[in-house]
């Protein structure tokens, strides 16, 4: 469920850092130490067991039912929340970014104890945990719009503008979420980019110089992350990074 657009900012972002971090490591000081956004929505009511018009539990509650369910990994439980359609999709793609997010913050950990805490400004995926809608880490419901057997649910995610619609149907009696299509060659993608990480990471712990863990970013993570964000087929050595300010603010 990684939003792609999320992810082109992440690459950027991590392309600028490695690039700033060049400098860092050269002088040794590095280690020294989807969406609408709908004009002021009503707050949805927080009890569970919210009902909407027809006496079903209401959009809101299947949107925070799902949230708990990835928030505990229960994965069967999410499946039974999605339309038909796009369960199976759904959970793939869902299971690789979690993987995803649990390989980057193994890595971080790794490099922290190593390196010192610092190593964010190499490589950094924190922001993924808080770009996946419904399924992101810091949500608040607000509220709920009803157009027959569909409807919208407006969601904040952390302090994020601007806000999510997301689209729900009702099911044999029942509000389902309804996602967004997943690829299978995105998912693929993640594998590839998590794969790499848990090699960086088993590396970090055997003892990696900064110098390996820095061409390790440049080589091989960041080329993976093109492939999350901007497809298969892009070459990473095309993409050019034009936000000069950017780069001056992350320094």
Known sequence: MVDIQAMKQCYS??????????????????????????????????ESGTVSEDGARSPVDAARDLHQAHAARDYARIETLIVPDRQAETVKMLRATDRLIDAHQA????????FGKRVYRAFNLGEVE???????????VLAQHFKGDAATVTIQVASHVPLLRARFEKVGGRWCYVPPQSSAA????????????????????EGMTPLAYHNAIMQQLIPRMTRVAY??????SEIRVTDAHEADGER
């Open 130 to 140: 808080n770009n996946l809608g419904v399924f992101s880490k810091d949500i608040e």
């Open 13 to 46: 972002k991590n392309r600028l850092w490695a690039v700033a971090w060049t400098t860092f490591l050269s002088t040794g000081f590095i280690f020294g130490s989807g969406c609408d956004r709908p004009g002021g929505p009503q707050r949805a009511r927080a």
């Open 186 to 205: 995105s998912i693929d993608a993640l594998d590839e980019l998590t794969a790499e990480i848990e090699q960086v990471a088993a590396a970090l712990k």
């Open 107 to 114: 890595m971080q950990s790794a490099a922290a104890e190593r």
């Open 231 to 236: 497809g298969a087929t892009t070459n990473e």
